[in-house]
């Protein structure tokens, strides 16, 4: 042990200490505001829908459940009769009482060039929608019933306020090693970065879109959800069209369950991928920066450790160590404080290793532009918009 590992490891622990403490200060920094009464306008909330999700059925049943206090209505979109959830949504439709006015199951076919399923499904709702303003619903996510009641009372504040979204955490029942994986991608990284940019108000220039709500004067001044095509992201790009028109993107207080479950962690893997494409659409450099900040910080620490088991110096080994257990605790603690669920003892290494997979992960994304998603593949150019058709994939 020498002086320049002491200097080495207090610098290490400062950089990932004062990070921590700015994500955290993100989180704490707007208490929830007090409900408000307002006047509810028409609600329609279309779900594009390609594959069974896990728990599929309880993820719709959560959609019906919604106790939005006005007038709503339910729009299920699939490519095809043929998916295998439409028979399990038609179901749960048939089953389930809710609130909403109107539940239709629609069948949008295949998306025309140039544009991802999902982008066409949205683009069939709106066209069969009858209400005054659109909300658009991730089937894999599972709504409480009072977070629409949030984002349109959060619409409503502000005139010049186009679109909310509701911040997303990802808890699997019985997680493996990749929902521990994902579970701190979008709880501890993306989370607790959101919470961070945001002005205190809410405001962002992007939208992350599991759940959003949209005013129809604002989609229309940017072109409708139409604008979006070529995009492999429809969500932060809308946010960013949005945002360069003069119109605010809030996010709310209440949060939004991403349902994960029987994630292997190379299946967790390709989804990181996807992440990392997703945000190269849309995400601001100040948002991203300190991700690669404390990356670069955790690669370094396992990097002098190595070296140092590789000389058997084992106190500078234990010095390299003490970044790398700061980072996984500091994971953890923000998971928790972005609603996410504890990660069991077995799981610790998942946040050790997720830097360096991290890494690794961007330089595919980089070295290939070819993605998958929801059983179509997709080639993409620099700038992560759709290049050259693929064929379609089966759907899972």
């Not at 404390?294 to 590789?310: C, E, F, N, T």
Request: hydrophobic share 50%; charged share 20%.
């Amino acid at each position: 042990m020498n002086a320049r590992d002491l200097g080495w490891t207090a610098a290490a622990l400062g950089v990932l200490v004062h990070g921590h403490l700015e994500l955290m200060a993100g989180l704490r920094r707007r208490p929830a505001p007090p409900a408000r009464r307002f006047e509810p306008p028409s609600v329609t909330v279309i779900r594009p829908i390609r594959g069974l999700d896990v728990d599929a059925r309880a993820n719709v049943r959560a959609l019906l459940d919604l106790d939005y206090p006005g007038e709503w209505e339910v729009l299920l979109v699939f490519d095809s009769e043929e998916d295998p959830a439409f028979l399990p949504t038609h179901e749960e439709v048939a089953a389930h009482p809710t609130r909403a006015k109107r539940v239709e199951l629609v069948v949008a076919g295949e998306p025309p060039e140039g544009m991802t399923g999902k982008l066409n499904a949205m683009q069939v709702g709106v066209a069969r929608s009858r209400c005054d303003l659109l909300a658009f619903s991730d089937s894999d996510t599972r709504p409480t019933p009072g977070v629409l009641t949030a984002l349109v009372g959060a619409l409503l504040e502000d005139g010049r306020t186009g679109a909310t979204f509701a911040p997303i955490y990802a808890a699997a029942d019985a997680p493996l090693a990749g929902d521990v994986g994902y579970g701190l991608l979008v709880n501890a990284w993306y989370g607790a970065a959101v919470a961070r940019t945001a002005a205190p108000d809410g405001a962002l220039p992007f939208i992350m879109g599991q759940l959003m709500v949209f005013r129809r004067d604002a989609l229309a001044a940017i072109g409708g959800v139409g604008c979006a095509a070529g995009q492999f992201v429809d969500d932060m790009y809308l946010g960013r069209r949005l945002h360069e028109s003069g119109w605010k993107n809030r996010v709310v207080h209440a949060p939004l369950r991403v349902v994960t479950g029987h994630l292997e962690l190379g299946a967790f893997l390709r989804i990181f991928r996807r992440w990392i494409l997703f945000s190269e659409a849309g995400l601001p450099g100040d948002f991203a920066r300190p991700h690669w900040v404390r990356g670069a910080v955790s690669w370094l620490s396992w990097g002098g450790l190595a070296a140092a088991v590789a000389r058997r110096a084992w106190g500078a080994a234990a010095l390299a160590a003490l970044p790398i257990g700061f980072s996984v605790w500091s994971q953890l603690r923000l998971q928790r404080a972005c609603h996410g669920p504890d990660v069991a003892p077995r799981h610790y290494w998942v946040p050790a290793v997720l830097p360096l997979l991290g890494a690794g992960v961007a330089l595919s994304a980089r070295l290939s532009r070819q993605v998958d998603w929801r059983g179509r593949g997709y080639r993409l150019d620099a700038k992560a918009r759709l290049g050259e058709a693929q064929p379609a994939r089966a759907s899972v």
